[in-house]
């Protein structure tokens, strides 16, 4: 076949899913109970995202959270067969505490600019231009 006829069709690239959310307190129900939140709220801003097209995910954690891992709570809701992968966030002074963050790696045709990252309550300060972004759409 020739692969120069198939270039005006979609190309399917790994895309990168953003997210961020702070826990109350560092206990298991607490961190179980935002990451859980912060999943539900992606899938509802990326509605196409399907289990299937997940090629991995990886979580940090502020150093103040190690009462679980934030995995488990998607683990919980299903995404059991997905590669997963939790770390210790890197100790910046003064940076955000009780932090969970997420990258998604999704397999998709879907291009960088249809993609919704999501961070919600206070850790909607690391990125105010994607939540404010969110806010919008969530509007409409």
Request: aromatic share 6%; net charge negative.
């Amino acid at each position: 076949m020739n692969r120069l006829a198939n270039l005006n069709q979609p190309i399917i690239s790994v895309r990168g899913i953003r997210g961020a959310v702070v826990a109350e307190e560092n206990s298991q129900e607490a961190i179980y109970t935002v990451t859980s939140e912060l999943f539900r709220e992606i899938l509802r801003h990326n509605p196409d995202l399907k289990l299937v097209g997940i090629a991995s995910i990886f979580f940090t954690v502020t150093p103040d959270l190690d009462a679980a891992y934030p995995a488990l709570a998607v683990r919980q809701m299903g995404w059991k067969e997905v590669a997963m992968l939790c770390s210790q966030e890197i100790p910046v002074p003064d940076s955000l505490a009780m932090c969970i963050r997420v990258l998604i790696h999704w397999n998709t045709y879907h291009t960088q600019e249809e993609i919704r990252h999501v961070y919600l309550g206070e850790a909607s300060i690391l990125r105010p231009d994607i939540a404010s972004r969110i806010s919008t759409n969530a509007a409409e």
